[in-house]
Each structure stands twice: as structure tokens, then as C-alpha cells.
């Protein structure tokens, strides 16, 4: 990075102002030479130059403006002198802030630094130094040269805050173009949140709606159950007379007494399917809050592991290649049913036989991950797009609530956390859930 040198043609030939126009040239070097060094220095050292910079000049301002004072300028020129000096200190500490969003933030604050100095002392403080001298009484001496000199200087300012400005605006386009995409995100991540909180809210009324009369029709089946009992044992009795020897054929007793039990069987295991898809249902509405605490991923995967073994056993082999975490602030028992839904469709996705991996790991950025691979039948994009939604199910009509993946989202996103997504039809499918160490 160019140098900023000091000529004669910065002079303004007042000598407290043209010492303090050469220590901020000083300052500006030093600001140069600090954001061009191969490793960077600490932020702060390179924060108090900058500061150092604005109080200086602040500084020297002020003691611009008190010789105007004192020499009586009039307002106009007195004012605009004020304006430009204020401009310049808001524009450094605007510049400052925004240096993270810059393409290079170091030939642009230097070249601006550069530009507006040399143009504001050869313009406004030399026109400054002119009317000192002449409220003095001073004779001004003409130098033919000077001038010459001054345009091309000012030239060249104006060159270098027109680069400034160009970049600028091209990193404030960048910037822009990039915001508009997080926006449009962000946008997507509200609509989905909106469509699950509807979503829960449904299912919370569905839920406490069908959960009553579940509960007296399992009761009352279950006391029809003891009645048949009852009522079979007293047919049985009276089949033992000749009349009802012949009502036993007639209605064929063996067959009622089986089709009886197999009846109430299948009532029994159908209530039980309802009863799972209210708890569906009640998990989905999180009806049920638990408390925040610090757990074990690890643990509680392998408690899943253990409670719901059956899922797989038969089909896949569990192959865990897990990394040591630190706790988690999270609710145990709904990160453990994420990964109990994940198992579970990772089981589901194998025909034949196969493989579930389990992975888990760490970020720079505080955060932990659990990752379930498996070697099923994949999904293609549209199933991917879709497969948080509620009751979407790609699953064989009686075998699936379509509430599983949209459970699992809602809570990864309640933990603060994101869900990965990596699938191809053939190849497989895999889940890596992200989440905050310190909770959302």
C-alpha cells in the first residue's frame, strides 16, 4: 500500500495546523501499515489506532475552527468548515463498523483516509489559510506553480474517493444480494413455524377430543370381554340339556367362543393403534412440556437404543462411531424420542438387510451433532422437501401417522437447532441433528 507523503504542497503556512496535518499523516501510515501486516494484529490494538485517529483529528478540528473564531471568519465559511469536520469523523467511525462486510477493508479505509485528507487540505484548509492570512492583514504571494500542483493533487484525491466510493457500493450490492437471500430463508423458516404451530394447535384439540371417548370404549371393551367370558361359560352349561344340544349346533358354539376372542382381540389392538396416534398427536402439540436440563446426548441415544431394539434387530446392524460430547442444555426426553424416530426410519428404509451408522461430533461454533445413516432405499427431492410435513407419509396406508418427521423438526427447532439432510434413491439416507450446547 502506497505511503502517505508529506510535500510542500500540503502547507497551508500556518504552522500549528500544517504539525498537526503532518501527525495525521502519521496516523494514517501507521493505520496502512497495521491492516496490510501478514498476520493480523489483535483487533483491539488495530480499534485503538483508529479511535487515536478520530480523537486526533477531532482534535485538530477543533483547533481549526478556534483560530477561525478568533479570527473572526465569517459564518458561511465558519459553518461549512464545522459541517466538513464532523462528516469526516461519522464517515471513520461508520467506515469502522462496517470493515466486516467490506471485500477489503484495508485498501478501502486507507485509500478513504488518503483521498479525503489530501482533498480537504488542499481544498477547504488551504481556502481556510487564505482567509487567515487575509484577516490578518497578510499580502498573499502568488506562486504559478502552486496551483498547477494543487489541481493535480486534488485530481488524484478525487480519483481515489471515487474508487472508494465504487467498491463500496459493489460490496454494499454483494451485501444486499446476500441479505435478500437470508431474508428470503428466514421467510421460508417463519412459514414453516406458522404452518406447525397451526398444525399443533389442531392436533392438540384432536388429540384431548379423542382421548376421552378412548378411554371409556377401552374400559367398556374390556368389561365386555368379562362378560363374554361369563356368557359363554352359561351357554356351555346349557348345552348340556337335549334342547341345547341342538341350539350349540345350530349357532355353532366352538366357532362364537373363537370368533368372540378374535373379535375382541382385534378391538383391543385397534384402540391401541388410536391410543398411539393420539400420543402422536400429543407429542407433535408437545401437550406433555418437560424441563431443561443438562444430558447426555450419547446416553439417552443409547437408551433408545435399548427400549426400542425390536424395530431393528432383525434387519440391520447398528454400527456406532461416536465421539465423545459435552452435556447439552435440552428436554432428555424429546431429544430421545428425535432419535427414536430417526432409528425407526432408518429400520424402515432397509429392505433386506442392512446397516444404521451413529455418528456424533463437535463445532467450532458450540455446537454438538448426532448423526443416524442407513443404508435403505433413500428418498428423492420431493420426498425430502416434504418429509417434515404433518401427516405426510410415504409409508403403506395403516402402517404410518405422518406425524413422525414432522415431530422430530418441530422439536430441533424448539432446541435452537437445525436438521441435515442427506439422501439418494439406492444409496440411502443421512440425518445429522445440530444443536446448541448452551440450549436455544
Known sequence: MEAFVWSERFDTGVASIDAEHRHLFELVNQVGEMLLRAQAPDAEIIEGLFRELATYANTH????????????????????????????????????????????????????LVAWLSFHILGEDQAMARLLRRAAGQVEIEDPQRGERSTHALLDAMHRLYGVLYQLNHDLDTANRNLEAKVAARTQELLQSEKMASVGQLAAGVAHEINNPIGFVVSNLGTLG????????????????????????????????????????????????????VMNLKDF?????????????????????????HKWKDKAEVVRQLTPLPEVRCMPAQINQVFLNLLVNAAQAITGHGTITLRSG???????????????????????QRMCDPFFTTKPVGTGTGLGMAVTYDIIKKHGGRLEVESAVGQGTRMRVVLPVSGP
Not at 402439540?285 to 431394539?309: F, P, R
Open 61 to 112: 478540528f477543533r483547533n481549526e475552527e478556534q483560530l477561525m473564531q478568533a479570527a473572526h471568519i465569517d459564518a458561511v465559511h465558519f459553518d461549512h468548515h464545522v459541517r466538513t469536520h464532523r462528516q469526516f469523523i461519522d464517515q471513520v467511525k461508520a467506515m469502522w463498523a462496517q470493515r466486516h462486510s467490506m471485500s477489503a477493508p484495508a485498501e478501502i479505509l486507507h485509500s478513504f
Open 226 to 277: 368379562r362378560y363374554a367370558e361369563q356368557l359363554l361359560k352359561l351357554a356351555e352349561l346349557g348345552a348340556t340339556t337335549p334342547q341345547g344340544q341342538a341350539l350349540k349346533r345350530e349357532i355353532d358354539l366352538d366357532y362364537l367362543r373363537t370368533d368372540v376372542k378374535d373379535l375382541l382381540k382385534e378391538s383391543q389392538d385397534g384402540l391401541d393403534r388410536v391410543r398411539k396416534i
Open 285 to 309: 402439540a408437545h401437550l406433555d412440556e418437560a424441563e431443561w436440563q443438562q444430558a447426555d446426548l450419547l446416553a439417552g441415544l443409547e437408551s433408545t437404543l435399548g427400549v426400542a431394539m
Open 362 to 384: 463437535t463445532t467450532n461454533d458450540g455446537f454438538v451433532w448426532v448423526e443416524v445413516a442407513d443404508t435403505g432405499c433413500g428418498m428423492d427431492e420431493t420426498t425430502r
